[in-house]
């Protein structure tokens, strides 16, 4: 979308308008897709929970690192 609405005079002003583009789009454009929530709140949700099943695991692993 912001590729075919603009046009760009430099290097540096299309990479600015991508930048501000793809921040917009992965925090704060809500995805139907993602029933209405952001890219980023889905990313960063799924990484937070794949981190707490890696620190639940942590004590069952103690032992064999102590060896």
């Known amino acids: ?38 890219p980023n709140d889905v990313y960063y949700k799924h990484v937070i929970k794949l981190a707490h099943n890696v620190v639940e695991k942590i004590p069952d692993f103690y032992p064999l690192i102590r060896r």
């Open 1 to 38: 979308e912001c590729l075919y609405l603009q046009e760009f005079d430099s290097i540096k002003e299309l990479r600015h308008a991508l930048k501000n583009w793809f921040t917009f789009y992965n925090e704060a454009r809500p995805q139907a897709t993602f029933n209405g929530r952001t």
